[in-house]
């Protein structure tokens, strides 16, 4: 490449590999608005999924849709839940105003209860492979205990 | 059971059959805004996770990254979303308003299209697990059209 060619060219690759990086940075750091966004989500599609579980233990018992609820809820539980908790999302509206306290940010606790969270939701997927009704019940009501633990520590009341 | 104490008992049973069928029901069939905004939740948590298998592929891959958005994805695929487009969520409100058409709940082709985004969604997470970025790539591509595809037809556009 002759010098004048190269002065004009170098200049050009280096604002496209300053755009990819760019690039890369947004991907890799969606706002916090849209991370809220997304947590809220997740809950919804885990309240969706326990009550599914909850309406087949209560009622007519179906095999097949307690594995897809619990399935779901085991997925979203080792989908890595924590990246929705950067920093910069302990205040801030996605759907609606977070209700997350700020102690969830820097209590070890929080940790601890996501992982009881995570083991009791693909426990419950495994039972429900099963289907043995009783079994899946007495899960159902261990999972929802650490959902309300973490609600008791880290979640604004209404 | 003497005839006195039956004519007290009888009622109470029945009044107690009733509030459990009530319940049943009640669980069977939430309210039409509560399934819209469980569905506009689970696209929610499908865009974050189609989103990050797009970060990895076109910048640092991790493996288990993809797996476990792959996974969220084709659980959510699979959990029964067909359920949450029941008679009566044609119009309404969940988080916000539905951008469906009414004509998502007549045409056949809307089935067609649900069972095309199953299909490569579980594709998807056969191809994480295994961990070769190209075909990871590639069927991301084949996954998001077929998101494209129920868009073009069955959502409002803004």
């Known amino acids: 490449m002759n010098k004048r ?9 280096a604002i496209g590999a300053l755009a990819a990086a760019a690039t890369a940075i947004a991907q890799q750091a969606p706002k916090p608005e849209q991370l809220i966004k997304w947590r809220q989500s997740a809950y919804q599609v885990i309240a969706w999924n326990t009550g599914r579980v909850k309406a087949n ?13 619990a399935n779901t809820i085991a997925a979203i539980a080792n989908s890595g839940l924590g990246a929705l908790y950067a920093p910069g999302t302990e ?3 996605g ?12 209590d070890k606790k929080a940790g601890e209860l996501a992982a009881n969270f995570n083991k009791e939701a ?15 019940k007495a899960q159902l009501g261990k999972l929802q205990g650490t959902c309300k633990a973490c609600h008791d520590d880290f979640r604004k009341k209404d």
């Open 95 to 106: 759907w609606k105003e977070t209700a997350v306290k700020p102690e969830l940010f820097t």
């Open 57 to 69: 233990v209560e009622g007519a018992y179906n095999k097949e849709d307690v594995i897809k609820a």
């Open 5 to 13: 060619l190269k002065h004009i060219v170098a200049p050009v690759l």
């Open 122 to 136: 693909n426990e419950l997927a495994k039972l429900a492979a099963v289907g043995d009704v009783v079994s899946v």
């Open 91 to 93: 205040t801030g509206k």
